[in-house]
Nanobody, 115 residues
Framework: QVQLVESGGGLAQPGGSLRLSCAAS????????MAWYRQVPGKERDLVAT???????NYADSVKGRFTISRNNAKNTVYLQMNSLKPDDTAVYYC?????????WGQGTQVTVSS
């Protein structure tokens, strides 16, 4: 059974930073595409960033230059470093392994950006 456990969410001021972590209990982590999504109430879950097994990354336009996705295959963990946070970044952030339709999801971690 695949388990993804996110941590690191919380309250940040505009312009501040947070670092999210997602620990995966799966033996195939090193060959899996990992992603971060986010969702606000009443809206669809949107892709934030992806990282391939080889380390290639892709970002939503809204976070380019501010967020960085990375992974540590030895620790089965994927990270999302979020800098220059804006109130519009407020959402529940979800870790994903294996794709939106058929992949696995964490329980989500709340990120709130407010002064």
């Amino acid at each position: 059974q695949v388990q993804l456990v996110e941590s690191g969410g919380g309250l940040a001021q505009p312009g501040g930073s947070l670092r999210l972590s997602c620990a995966a209990s799966v033996s195939s982590f090193s060959v899996a595409v990992m992603a971060w999504y986010r969702q606000v109430p009443g809206k669809e879950r949107d892709l934030v960033a992806t990282i391939t097994p080889g380390g290639s990354t892709n970002y939503a336009d809204s976070v380019k230059g501010r967020f960085t996705i990375s992974r540590n295959n030895a620790k089965n963990t994927v990270y999302l470093q979020m800098n220059s946070l804006k109130p519009d970044d407020t959402a529940v952030y979800y870790c994903n392994l294996g794709g939106f339709r058929f992949g696995f999801w964490g329980q989500g971690t709340q990120v709130t950006v407010s002064s």
